[in-house]
């Protein structure tokens, strides 16, 4: 097959998983457009090796997570400062939409790094050696930016436990 049909065959079978964790990570439905763009322009540049090398999706999952953190320190140093924040949007009153909100919320809490162990490991469902791979690191950094995610999870928003079923150690 040709490298063009492969990479649109791909895309166009993927492109639905990816934008998914790309507002996972991002929590915004534009920034997750540009970051899925960004990502495949640079995995297009590289398709050819990619897919001759075997499953394309861990590189492309490193891609898309390499360059999250990156666009987030960019806007970090754009931060913008005002003495009276922006108004929050009132919650919906379904269940779904609450919930959607608490998660987004708490995962924007998070490191870009920790957001994107806990998108890959409970929202992509990687075990933890797929994960260090796809973020190109060890298992043990896996592990202990899982742990220390779940605890500033537990911390910063309780409510969480609450919605799962789960108990915290201070619940017990």
Avoid: N
Wanted: a positive charge.
């Amino acid at each position: 097959m040709d490298p063009e049909e492969s990479f649109r065959a791909y895309v166009s079978g993927r492109i639905a998983a990816l934008s998914r964790a790309a507002w996972l990570l991002t929590g915004d439905r534009h920034q997750a457009e540009d970051l899925v763009q960004l990502t495949l322009v640079r995995v297009a540049r590289h398709w050819e090796r990619v897919s001759a090398a075997g499953d394309p999706e861990p590189y492309v999952r490193r891609v898309m997570y390499t360059q999250h953190v990156s666009l987030w320190r960019r806007r970090w140093r754009q931060v913008d400062l005002r003495a009276d924040p922006p108004e929050q949007a009132t919650p919906d009153g379904s269940a779904g939409v609450a919930r959607a909100m608490v998660v987004r919320a708490a995962l924007a809490r998070l490191a870009p790094r920790q957001r994107a162990v806990l998108v890959l490991r409970f929202f992509e469902d990687l075990t933890e050696a797929e994960t260090a791979d796809a973020l190109g690191c060890s298992v043990s950094t896996v592990k202990s930016q899982t742990r220390d995610a779940l605890a500033r999870l537990r911390a910063h928003a309780p409510e969480l436990a609450d919605l799962v079923g789960v108990t915290t150690r201070r619940d017990r």
